[in-house]
């Protein structure tokens, strides 16, 4: 039985994606504890009233799910169905209601989300019925409970949905403008862009093109403190059969106790169409500031700070959601009000803050100053710029890729970047929906698909602080003797100048690199030391990279298939990673649940890395063991010192290195056989050795496949983003055959 005294009930809060970081420090203030991000959401522990702060007073969740069940899926459909069925529903529900229900994640048997719903329905239908002789009906709004069952790493996990339909929908909107944005976010905009330290610090709020006048009313409400779920009259704790009313009432009264009764500073909503600012004004008063937010008809072009100090000083925060093409479909008075945005963060808005949501790269290019960071946001389904303007600090747009000087204006006109811009933007359509599907936010854009424009160009999404930022790394494949260096540099300015139009990633955020066939040097080659390092994710996990100061990034986008493949198959493992490079496979082994993990490499500063990226994750070092050498030497030592010791075994090696802290040279073509035979005897009973390399004409010795058990796996790793490569990586998995 669920006991709802307990401080350690497990909840996730999901939210809008790119927004996890806000969200996790949102819920610390609520009385969450051991929160952690995760894809789409935030995993956290708390008592029942913190779950019911979560619904009342989050600004940013869309769903608070409490965890009521967790059992292993190892099986097929049958294993869904039993899982859900061996929690004591008649604890949740009064059979004579009414329940809705939804599955998620991925499993071999279940590749239909409906069929998964259906049989988690089933199993509370039947279990009910077979305990109580009725069963609820089926009711997609507002049942009486919503159960939501999600699949992942071999488990399922049962939860209720506590806020019932999403947080966002706030309950004082009358009527949308033509493309309203959802509250929850706005509101994780308004914290992105810093709008509570703003207001704080008596800052004003004006928003010049309000529309239905959402960021407004979100921006009035975080000054009064108002908390967002006051106005709903409907929760989906409140058909639980486990509610407590009384504590209930002690939030809600707790949340009205802090409301401000009057606005502690100026919020204003200003628009040129008198009929979105009527809608503002009907929409602000049912939200409870229709006599706080000060609302006018005009133009951007005429707006001026309200309050001004005797020296003429003003701060504020500037936020706007200007109409772009696919969200209104006014290309040419989109133009135009992205144009008017950027006169006025240069004129009577210089010394404020100021945030702008465009939905098209060129939009924003529009805009025509340089934003100090830029997030990627989602509104429905359209993908969007979120641009953060510092005060005082307006140039209009000059900018270059690091190390590359494009001096003639017109190159993105010409019919080679044309070219180019109408392949990577097909590329981004295509590849960036399968991303989405997988919820990726690092993958490979572009491949050399043109023979002529021969980069690669990967994407890299921030998270944590950076959340929402989105770097290009592209990769020139060196030339041949035969090709004009000058036709060269033609082609990569033309490529170079289009990349921020197609993929709205601005110049600054475009880092290059040639790509050299290595004669006699290593892996471990380090370039400079001027970049900094950010943060990505995969799978849920937070890795660092460095684009400028080494020959690749941090982490291999072409394993991503294989970290997962490790992370599915650690859960109980003694792991060793050899050539560990910066530990991403030993941070999913940790996540998988492996008992240890030992990383091996013979590089310093790449231990430091993985170390970093352990702790990153919140994985003690206790247990994942960082080991300083030279990967063959101690691989054959070790065999030979401890056989049987591990259960699974990553071996990654470069194609060649000459390092000179190594004994001798290492060709894995040559060698590996020794190093396969040396992985074998370390393998306990039962064991896997996944051994990996990037030689493109890697051959495999026959005499491999005599002694062990061996699946060339190389195809069931090959990322969405590069089945076009398919010699990226060469991957076999081996056992032994006794």
């Not at 004003?204 to 407004?216: I, K, R």
């Not at 270059?400 to 044309?418: F, H, L, W």
């Not at 010791?645 to 060698?671: C, H, I, K, W």
Request: glycine share 10%; charged share 25%; net charge neutral.
């Amino acid at each position: 039985m669920l006991d709802t005294t307990s401080p350690e009930l497990r909840f996730v809060a999901t939210v809008p994606r790119g927004f996890a970081d806000l969200l996790a420090l949102e819920l610390a203030t609520l009385g969450a504890t051991d929160i952690r991000e995760r894809a789409g959401g935030v995993a956290f522990r708390g008592s029942l009233e913190t779950g019911y702060r979560a619904c009342l007073e989050s600004r940013l969740a869309s769903r608070v799910l409490l965890q009521v069940g967790n059992a292993s899926m190892t099986g097929g459909t049958d294993s869904l169905y039993d899982a859900v069925r061996s929690v004591d529903w008649r604890q949740h529900l009064d059979p004579r209601g009414t329940i809705a229900c939804e599955y998620t994640g991925v499993h071999p048997a279940i590749s239909n989300t409906h069929f998964g719903t259906l049989k988690v329905k089933d199993a509370i239908c039947d279990q009910l019925r077979d305990s109580t002789g009725q069963r609820p009906d089926v009711s997609t709004e507002r049942p009486s409970l919503r159960v939501h069952a999600h699949v992942g790493g071999g488990q399922v996990t049962v939860s209720i949905d506590l806020a019932g339909e999403s947080l966002g929908r706030r309950g004082y909107r009358v009527a949308g403008g033509e493309a309203p944005l959802r509250e929850n976010l706005a509101a994780g905009i308004l914290v992105r862009a810093q709008w509570p330290q703003v207001a704080a610090a008596g800052g004003e709020f004006l928003d010049p093109m309000c529309g239905s006048g959402t960021f407004v009313i979100e921006a009035a409400w975080m000054a009064a403190d108002i908390a967002p779920g006051l106005m709903r009259d409907y929760f989906g704790f409140l058909g639980w059969e486990q509610h407590d009313a009384v504590i209930w009432e002690r939030v809600r009264e707790a949340a009205l106790g802090r409301m401000k009764q009057i606005l502690p500073v100026t919020v204003r909503g200003r628009d040129r169409n008198p009929g979105a600012v009527a809608t503002a004004q009907a929409n602000a008063r049912r939200a409870g500031v229709g006599r706080d937010i000060l609302f006018e008809v005009g133009d951007i072009a005429e707006a001026r700070p309200a309050n001004i100090d005797p020296e003429g000083h003003s701060q504020g925060l500037l936020c706007v959601n200007p109409p772009y093409g696919q969200r209104i479909g006014q290309g040419e008075d989109a133009l135009a009000a992205h144009r008017a945005i950027g006169e006025a963060l240069r004129g009577p808005f210089e010394s404020w803050q100021a945030v702008v949501l465009t939905g098209e790269p060129a939009m924003g290019q529009a805009i025509g100053v340089n934003a100090h960071r830029v997030h990627t946001v989602w509104n429905g389904a359209i993908e969007c710029r979120l641009l953060r303007f510092a005060p005082n600090a307006r140039r209009e747009r000059r900018e270059a890729p690091k190390g590359i000087v494009i001096d003639d204006p017109n190159i993105a006109q010409r019919e080679g970047a044309r070219m180019f811009a109408n392949r990577l933007k097909k590329n981004v359509a295509h590849l960036g929906k399968l991303a989405r599907r997988q919820d990726v936010g690092c993958y490979r854009l572009y491949d050399a698909d043109m023979p002529e424009y021969a980069f690669a160009v990967d994407l890299y999404t921030g998270t944590g602080e950076e959340a929402g930022q989105r770097w290009l790394f592209v990769q020139e494949y060196q030339a041949p003797l035969t090709v004009d260096p000058e036709a060269a540099r033609r082609r990569r300015e033309e490529a170079l100048s289009v990349m921020p139009e197609v993929t709205g990633v601005p110049f600054t955020h475009i880092h290059l690199r040639t790509r050299r066939k290595q004669k006699g040097t290593s892996q471990y080659d380090k370039l400079g030391a001027r970049g900094r390092q950010h943060v990505v994710e995969e799978g849920g996990l937070k890795f660092l990279v460095n684009f400028d100061d080494y020959l690749d990034t941090g982490i291999f986008l072409d394993h991503r298939d294989m970290r997962a493949k490790v992370r599915g198959m650690a859960a109980g493992k003694h792991v060793l990673n050899l050539f560990c490079y910066t530990g991403s496979v030993s941070v999913h082994a940790a996540a998988g649940g492996a008992a240890t993990t030992t990383s091996v490499d013979l590089s310093k500063t790449y231990l430091e890395w993985a170390r970093q990226n352990l702790e990153l994750n919140g994985f003690p070092s206790d247990r994942h063991e960082l080991v300083h050498a030279d990967c063959l030497a101690w691989l054959d030592a070790e065999a030979a010192r401890a056989p049987g010791r591990y259960d699974l075994v990553f071996l990654d090696p470069p194609t060649f290195s000459n390092s000179a802290r190594m004994e001798g040279v290492l060709d894995v073509q040559r060698d590996h056989v020794r190093m396969v035979d040396a992985c074998m005897r370390l393998l306990a009973k039962g064991g896997v050795l996944l051994f990996s390399n990037n030689a493109q004409r890697f051959q495999l010795d026959a005499g491999l496949a005599e002694r062990y058990a061996v699946s060339d796996i190389t195809k069931a790793t090959l990322p969405f983003d590069f089945q076009g490569n398919p010699r990226i990586h060469r991957c076999y998995e081996i056992r032994s055959v006794d």
